[in-house]
Structures are given as C-alpha cells and as structure tokens.
C-alpha cells in the first residue's frame, strides 16, 4: 500500500517527550492523526493542531488503517498491542502496526506474528536521536520486518527520520537498537570521566570540549550531553529509568547470546544507583553527578 494524506489515518499512542514532537510532524505533514495517551494533558498541544483524541487505545486501532506506539517500557507495548483492548484485537485487516519503543526482541517479533495472524503488518522501528533529533525530524530509525512493509511506510518515516535502515527480519530493529544502547553506555562513562578529568586538571572543561569533540574522541554524547551537564542542565531528553530499562533487556539479551559485556554492566550498576538517589526521571547526563 502507498500511504498518502489521502488513503491514511494514523493512530499515534504515546504522546509523551518523543511520541509529541513525532506526532506533530506528521500532523504538519498534513495526515489525519488520532491521539492516545495515559494522560490527555501530554497530548493538548496536538489536539490544538488538529489531532484527534480517542479515550481508548481500542477505538483509536479500529479508526485508524496506521497505529504507531511510542511508550515507555515492554510491559506497557503488551498493554498496547496485546488483549481485548489492544491494537491487534481491534485493528482492521489490512493496517499497519509499528511500534518505536525500545522493547524486546522477543516481544517484537511476538506481536509480527500475531499481528499476521490476524491480516496486520506490523514493524518494529526503535528510534535514536533523543528529544532534539525528535523536535528537528533527524531520527535514526531501525526497522525489523518484511521489506514491502517497510518500503510502504518509508514516506511515513522520513518525516521524522533522516537515517532510516531496514535491518532484518521482526526483531532485528529491537536489536540494532541494543547495541546503540550498548555503545552509549559505556561512551557516557568516558564522557563524564574526561570532562571530570578536565575539570580537576585545573583546566576549562568548555575549552578542552572545544578541543576534543571534533577529533578521534567524538561523539554526539560528547557533543550533545556534556555541555547540558556542565551547565548543570540535567533535563530528560531521555530519562535514566529508560536508559535503565534498555540496559536490562540488553543485558537480558546479551546473556542469552552468551555474550560478555563488561562496559555495559558496570553502566547499568551506576545508573542503578542514581535512580536510588532518586535521579531516575532526570536525563542521562546526570551521571556527571557521580564525579563532582
């Protein structure tokens, strides 16, 4: 099926600090949008674009031929997707289903084949860029399922994507978005440790960012975290008690593989003990604090 703003009506749940910037480009794009979300006031703003509320995930499923999900934990895709008030009990034949949570494997490719079952199509397509890449449409987004769905829902993702990379059969998005969280992990240590190395040093640690963001120790962490941090800005762009969630099902992942990954669980235990300092709704830069 080619979607156009003609032929589509997207259902879009999970309005919250990524699903509300996406939302709103596709309302912009000019699709018809319907909105859910636990709490109607995260979704006000859309509403007041046009968007269309719905009280139940069950109604928004059976009025829309496209239902994405952005929530925030497996748990909460199973509520989505899963029962008698879920997306694939209510959906009509023939919609697709997308969900762009970081989730699990398993429950991604779970939901593909009971979607199949039932005539639905479904992707999962776990994004990255945090709530900047979210504001200016410059996503990464990676896909698991069957290229001729994902081809048709390609004009639908650049909307809100820039990098948009079909990975594999379900599940292979959930797992490219593994090792991304893998490698954040262990890269925020060495951000936090070398701007706390400058800091000590006696050195301006916004001068030796300066120096060190465009040579071989770049990153967007570095480039994009450090200086919020430094400025003591420890605002979610994504929230530890997601980060921690992600590091879980990576670590879950990874020990069925029979994988070591050292980096990985030494991050998970230090963001385990900020959330017990009470940090878990704050950004993943708050790791700083762990070295002042």
Not at 83 to 99: E, F, P, R
Not at 125 to 150: Q, Y
Not at 228 to 236: G, H, K, M, S, V
Request: net charge neutral; hydrophobic share 45%.
């Amino acid at each position: 099926m080619a979607f156009s703003k003609e032929n589509t009506i997207i259902g879009f749940v999970g309005t919250g600090v990524m699903g509300k910037s996406m939302a709103g480009h596709l309302l912009k794009a000019g699709f018809q949008v319907h909105v859910f979300n636990r709490t109607k006031a995260r979704a006000e703003e859309l509403i007041q674009m046009g968007a269309v509320w719905f009280d139940t995930i069950s109604e928004l499923a059976a009025k829309s031929n496209v239902i994405i999900s952005m929530v925030g934990y497996p748990k909460d895709v199973e509520e989505v997707y899963f029962g008698a008030n879920g997306v694939i009990n209510n959906a009509k034949s023939g919609s697709y289903l997308v969900d762009m949570t970081t989730s699990s494997p398993i429950l991604a490719e779970k939901i593909y084949e009971e979607a199949l079952a039932k005539g639905l199509y479904a992707l999962d397509a776990p994004v990255s860029g945090g709530d900047v890449g979210a504001k200016e449409a410059r996503l990464v987004i990676m896909v698991g399922g069957d290229e001729n769905v994902f081809k048709s829902m390609g004009p639908i993702f650049e909307l809100v994507g820039t990098n948009v990379v079909l990975q594999g059969r379900a599940g292979a998005g959930q797992h490219t978005k593994m090792c991304n969280q893998i490698a954040i992990a262990s890269n925020m240590l060495g951000v936090c440790e070398a701007m706390a190395y400058a800091t000590k040093a006696g050195l301006n640690p916004k001068n030796v960012l300066k120096s060190i963001e465009s040579g071989a120790a770049g990153s967007w962490s570095l480039s994009n975290l450090a200086p919020r941090f430094l400025e003591n800005n420890f605002a979610p762009g994504f929230y530890v008690k997601h980060f921690i969630k992600d590091m879980t099902i990576a670590l879950d992942s990874a020990k069925k593989m029979g994988l070591l990954t050292p980096g990985l669980e030494l991050a998970k235990t230090l963001y385990d003990k900020l959330a017990e300092q009470g940090e878990k709704n704050s950004g993943t830069q708050v790791l700083y604090k762990l070295y002042l």
